[in-house]
Each structure stands twice: as C-alpha cells, then as structure tokens.
T-cell receptor
C-alpha cells in the first residue's frame, strides 16, 4: 500500500539553529501535503497546506517565516523550523494526498526537541 | 470556524461490551467526517469516513446533522481495539479538501 516516509523520526537541536523535516510519498504522487504538530496529550493541529510548485497555505496563527515549507516535487515536501526555540519542541506529522484517488496517508512523525 | 469535540479523553470497557466514542462538530460549510485510529507505536491511519457508510473492523459511525454528531460505535469490543481514536473534519470540496481538523482524541482501553 501507499506509504509516507517522514525523516528524521526524532531530532535534538540547540536553540537558535534550524531543523529540516522531510516528508516523502512512496509509490504515489502527492500534489498536496499537510503539516501538523501535536503537543503531548493534545490533538493534532493543522499548520499548513503544502502545494507542489506553489506557496504553502498557512493556518491562522502559524508563522510562515518560522516554519518554512517547500514542496519542490510531487513526492517531497520539507518543513524547516528556523531559529528553533524550546517552545517549538513538539511532534510534527505530515500527510500526503494521493493525486489519483484523493486518499490521505500519514507519516510516522518527527519528535523535535530544542534545548 | 470549525471545531471537533471529543468529550472523553479516556474510555475503558471490558471485552465483549459495546463501545461508543463520542464526537460532535461545528462547521459552517459541508463537512466530511472521519475517524482515525492510532495503535500503540504505529502511525495514524484512517478507520472510516462518513461518505463511505461502511463498517470497518466492526465499527460504524453515522453522521447526524441535526445533532452535529459522528459517534463511533462497536457492539462487541475486542482487546485489539485498544488504541487512540481521533475524530476529524474536512471540507467536502474545493481547495480545503484534505485539510483535517482533529478532535483531541479518545484513548480506548478494552480489558480482557
């Protein structure tokens, strides 16, 4: 079946550095991908919609300069957390929408810890 | 604005007992409702969607527009049903298709 690969699965970084998270659709093309974040024991919160070849659409309250999204190909979207701070520590999850059947598939998530 | 409410954070039942996980929503447009499940140490996966009107693993959910609810039910719970369940909402059409808004989740535990 369709798989979404998310990398890395966990990352620890120093405050002030930038971290890039990759989301790849395996065996299918995804013109649209979505990025979520999840705080401990809380729900998934939609951050942005990533569109191949165009700018991402951010949800209200999400800083676009803080969370840079690039969707340069039909199988890859990246989320870069710039100048990370401890409050950015969270679980980030991506999902990809199969262009042929509109089905959504989720990545396994990335745990980001900012020291 | 859209909102998905799952009133129960935790729900425990014994094997063979009926189970109902509640979900209420508010949305101004035409919503599509989903139930997602996350088993221990696994990724989130779709359980069912209201448009399909199907039963998956013995679970069913009916969209009640009058009560704005989409409760998940199973007549006889099994131990392997223990997981985190998320109710989610999306727009039916247009550019927002696929943008999911999740409830906080309900952790279901089925005791032997």
């Amino acid at each position: 079946g369709a798989v979404v690969s998310q990398h890395p699965s966990w990352v620890i970084c120093k405050s002030g550095t930038s971290v890039k998270i990759e989301c790849r659709s395996l065996d299918f093309q995804a013109t649209t991908m979505f990025w979520y974040r999840q705080f401990p024991k809380q729900s998934l919160m939609l951050m942005a919609t990533s569109n191949e070849g165009s700018k991402a659409t951010y949800e209200q309250g999400v800083e676009k300069d803080k969370f840079l999204i690039n969707h340069a190909s039909l199988t890859l979207s990246t989320l870069t957390v710039t100048s990370a701070h401890p409050e950015d520590s969270s679980f980030y999850i991506c999902s990809a929408r199969d262009s042929t059947n509109e089905k959504l598939f989720f990545g396994s998530g990335t745990q980001l810890s900012v020291l | 604005a859209q909102r998905v409410t799952q009133p129960e954070k935790l729900l425990s039942v014994f094997k063979g007992a009926p189970v109902e996980l509640k979900c209420n929503y508010s949305y101004s447009g035409s919503p599509e409702l989903f139930w997602y499940v996350q088993y221990s140490r696994q990724r989130l996966q779709l359980l069912l969607r209201h448009i399909s009107r199907e039963s998956i693993k013995g679970f069913t959910a009916d969209l009640n527009k009058g009560e704005t609810s989409f409760h998940l039910k199973k007549p006889f719970a099994q131990e392997e049903d223990s997981a985190m369940y998320y109710c989610a909402l999306s727009s039916v059409r247009g550019s927002t298709l696929g943008r999911l808004y999740f409830g906080r989740g309900t952790q279901l535990t089925v005791w032997p």
